[in-house]
């Protein structure tokens, strides 16, 4: 357990400076890599023939593909049949989902049935439903077409294999920040614009993730950690990916030139803000606006400022969650940590922090997460907004905090059948594996995922 706190504080001291692009074009689709794949030979394929090439539409059009609809296209070509569910749904389930959406801004919200009454497409009907309700689509005479498009492409380039960071995800922290622009402190300041852009953001905060950290990109010569040196790689690829389906689809293009970028950056800024990286930074700044009392709604930077907060508090709400819920995130994070650590091993590298599941449980990782990241967040935030919702949240963290301490000291079941040793064996390890089992998978089992390969030759 200590361990795992020294390790908390270790990850969160960090101040790390993002850097500020106001003007910039959205990354070529096909530049980012794919941890399956070698893209040093797609780089070759992509960039080979005379520079004329640059001006084949097709070619253009290729180079907007993310790599999970990259791959989709050459399976189709290649003749391997589709891995992708009908999208039909009987009138049952159509029915049920629509009971669900209208309790949308219910904390105890489902995300995970919610999903399954939707075929897996709880990202576009939530978002399409949360725009439509808020009447932006017809403020901002958005197209119906592009706007549906647009979502379908953002669901697409989540990577669903990923246990954590995927399109359930999206759509579950842009549920809770629907929750917090209701707040009253929120609903009776926000502009059109301000909802408008905390929803898209929601929705595409970790848009193409490749269910890996940071450091891990850093340490394999990762084509994204150069091209944005090593600062905030994720959250600034999360962002050009976004821009990129949003100029791809044109779902801005009826807007004067100058507001789309304005756009742009202000969708940019509000991801960036979920560089847990620069936690303190932020929690230090809010903390002050709260202590001097400065915050003014009625500024437009002092309402982007709580909107990034609130993206912020969405991003990493699971531990406010009712216990069945949270539990299941729980588990789901530490398992995408467990896989890169096991593709850390396979490859002799490094284990990362939290990422070696011989050493953690998914109990003392969340412990220690809601020790010195959630609960001074929500804190604040509980401050800023007093509400019932926000006690309900602190509530319920303090109760799963207590069921994950509970778990951790429960000694884990003896099989009748085991020899003496094999009993004392696991009596000794009770104490640092949950009894649900639910990080028993072995450090050696395999994983879908491969190490990326290095390129500098962009």
Same mark, same amino acid.
């Given at each position: ?76 070509? /290649? ?66 077409? &592009? ?40 609903? &009776? ?29 850093? &340490? ?167 509400? /019932? ?70």
């Amino acid at each position: 357990m200590l361990g795992t706190c020294v390790v908390f504080k270790q990850l969160f001291a960090r101040d790390v400076r993002v850097r500020s692009q106001v003007g910039f074009e959205p990354e070529r689709r096909s530049s980012h890599p794919y941890l399956c794949i070698d893209f040093r030979t797609l780089h070759t394929r992509l960039g080979c023939g005379s520079t004329s090439a640059s001006y084949d539409p097709e070619r253009r059009v290729h180079r907007l593909l993310s790599f999970q609809r990259y791959l989709h296209s050459s399976r189709l070509l /290649r003749g391997v049949p589709q891995q992708i569910p009908l999208h039909i749904l009987d009138e049952d389930y159509t029915g049920q989902a629509r009971c669900m959406l209208e309790k949308v801004g219910n904390w105890n919200f489902d995300i995970f049935l919610f999903d399954r009454l939707t075929n897996g497409n709880s990202l576009i009907t939530l978002t399409f439903h949360l725009l439509n309700q808020y009447g932006l689509v017809e403020l901002f005479q958005l197209d119906m077409v &592009k706007l549906w498009r647009f979502l379908v492409m953002v669901q697409e380039d989540y990577h669903s294999d990923n246990p954590y960071h995927n399109a359930v995800h999206a759509a579950d922290v842009t549920q809770a920040m629907y929750c917090y622009l209701r707040e009253p402190m929120l609903a &009776k300041s926000l502009t059109s614009k301000d909802i408008l852009l905390g929803l898209l953001a929601a929705a595409t905060h970790d848009l193409d993730h490749p269910g890996v950290n940071q450091p891990f990109l850093i &340490k394999t010569d990762h084509y994204l950690a150069t091209l944005y040196r090593n600062t905030s790689v994720l959250e600034n690829h999360h962002w050009k990916s976004a821009v990129g389906l949003l100029r791809e689809t044109g779902l801005f293009s009826h807007l004067p030139a100058e507001d789309r970028l304005n756009m742009e950056r202000d969708l940019g800024s509000l991801i960036l803000a979920t560089d847990i990286s620069r936690q303190n930074d932020y929690l230090s700044r809010f903390r002050l606006h709260l202590d001097q009392e400065n915050l003014c709604m009625s500024t437009a930077s002092h309402r982007h400022f709580v909107l990034q907060m609130a993206l912020k508090c969405a991003d990493i709400c699971n531990p406010c969650r009712p216990w069945e819920l949270s539990k299941q995130w729980s588990e789901k994070v530490t398992e995408e940590f467990f896989q890169q650590g096991d593709i850390e091993k396979k490859h002799k590298l490094e284990v990362s922090p939290l990422c070696d599941r011989e050493m953690n449980t998914v109990g003392n990782i969340q412990i220690g997460f809601m020790t010195y990241v959630a609960e001074p967040l929500f804190a604040e935030w509980a401050r800023f907004c007093d509400t /019932r919702l926000s006690q309900t949240m602190l509530g319920h963290m303090g109760l799963n905090k207590a069921s994950w301490g509970g778990l951790q000291q429960e000694p884990a079941p003896v099989s009748e059948e085991a020899e003496p040793s094999t009993a004392c064996a696991d009596t000794g390890d009770a104490a640092t594996a949950p009894s649900d089992g639910s990080t028993a998978t072995t450090a050696g089992g395999t994983s879908s995922k491969e190490i990326p390969q290095g390129s500098r030759e962009s």
